[in-house]
């Protein structure tokens, strides 16, 4: 036991850390920054909603395809078209003729997002070994803090400076550095990776497992909390702060270092236990922005570091359990499932919260948010079964 905790990592790992902050950055401002890019070739918001929209739910619905595709066909040739696709996609919306062809060229990006993202986490926890998984997860995790950090900044900087062509050449180049270093991945195949059928009937037969469903659950709630945070936090905190945009870096910092410290105590003391801090913090946190328009400005940045804990620790955790539970040969299909649930519990949580606030204010919501975060704790700890050891 000691001697596999202290054995170096297989070199994949760290190659697929970098490979992955330059995808997760491409996701980043595929939120945040082509939106201006839209309104630029004269789109309006409803545009930019319709082509965000399409770009989010295209992505759900393809996982469908890819996750099982890289059970059975294995990581690296679904790692390489998800890389692939991101570069295209860069390059056909810079040159898209009109704004309807731009929206068949985000259907290409959700092709790399659908595509990347599950098989870079299922090559993570192959080349892992179990009483480290835990600890590896978060340090992954640790890339989306440092992309959300980097990217959408480093992008808008691009912009200003030197125009939209460079920036999309610029993302393009990412890409491509990507898809490079995933060819510098081992060619053999995981032992975990075996042929079989891709029929839809192999995703929903996940969902027999208890565990599985309880972390899905756990994912989704802390989801809806993430995308609630990522989307109106700024909008809550601007008549407050010169640059509302100040919870971000704390958000980012506290999530990394939560995301890696929870993730490593979660393979000592198990999954279920370290489910409790990333819940509370998520919950006070959030409920914590009822209040900063009477309170210290120091309210605010414990809110945004505890959130931060929640969301990044939370998903830590949760997706150590997903690999925990799922059979090996449907590990990367678990996966593509569990990063569908994280973006359905942003759309959930971004326009209930939307809807709710345009009739009662924001302050109530975010309590009412809070609440529901910890009773969405209750409801996992009920079904998720003892950790075995």
């Not at 519990?345 to 924001?362: E, K, P």
């Amino acid at each position: 036991m000691l001697s596999a905790m202290n054995a170096p990592l297989h070199r994949d790992v760290p190659r697929i850390f970098l490979a992955s902050l330059f995808i997760l950055v491409q996701v980043l401002v595929s939120f945040s920054l082509i939106p201006l890019y839209i309104l630029h070739r004269g789109g309006t918001t409803t545009t930019v909603a319709a082509q965000t929209t399409l770009f989010a739910v295209a992505s759900i619905l393809l996982r469908f395809f890819f996750g099982p595709m890289a059970d059975t066909r294995g990581r690296k040739p679904v790692l390489a078209i998800g890389t692939a696709a991101f570069a295209l996609g860069n390059i056909s919306i810079l040159y898209a003729p009109s704004l309807t062809v731009m929206a068949a060229a985000r259907v290409v990006q959700a092709v790399g997002m659908a595509s990347y993202l599950s098989a870079a986490s299922s090559l993570v926890a192959d080349r892992t070994p179990r009483d480290r998984r835990g600890r590896v997860i978060g340090a992954y995790r640790m890339m989306l803090p440092l992309a959300f950090l980097i990217g959408p900044f480093i992008g808008n900087e691009v912009i200003n400076r030197f125009g939209f062509s460079a920036f999309f050449y610029t993302m393009a180049g990412m890409s491509t550095a990507a898809f490079l270093i995933v060819l510098t991945l081992s060619s053999d195949r995981s032992e975990t990776v075996r042929p079989g059928s891709m029929a839809i009937g192999r995703v929903f037969s996940l969902f027999a497992s208890a565990p599985l469903r309880a972390a899905y659950i756990g994912i989704l709630v802390i989801s809806i909390g993430g995308g609630i945070i990522v989307t109106y936090a700024v909008t809550w905190g601007q008549p407050y702060f010169p640059n509302a945009a100040v919870y971000f870096p704390p958000y980012a910092l506290a999530g990394a270092v939560a995301s890696y410290g929870l993730g490593a105590l979660s393979d000592r003391l198990g999954r279920r236990a370290m489910l409790v801090p990333p819940f509370v913090a998520s919950a006070v946190g959030i409920a914590l922005l009822t209040v900063i328009d009477r309170s210290p400005v120091a309210v605010f940045f414990i809110s945004a570091a505890l959130t931060g804990i929640g969301y990044n620790a939370g998903l830590s955790v949760l997706i150590s359990a997903v690999v925990d539970a799922a059979d090996d040969s449907l590990r990367a299909t678990a996966l593509s499932l569990q990063e569908s649930w994280i973006d359905g519990g942003f759309a959930v949580g971004i326009f209930l919260f939307g809807t709710l606030s345009a009739h009662y204010g924001m302050a109530p919501v975010f309590l009412g948010t809070g609440l529901f975060v910890m009773m969405g704790y209750v409801i996992v700890h009920a079904h998720y079964e003892p950790d075995r050891t």
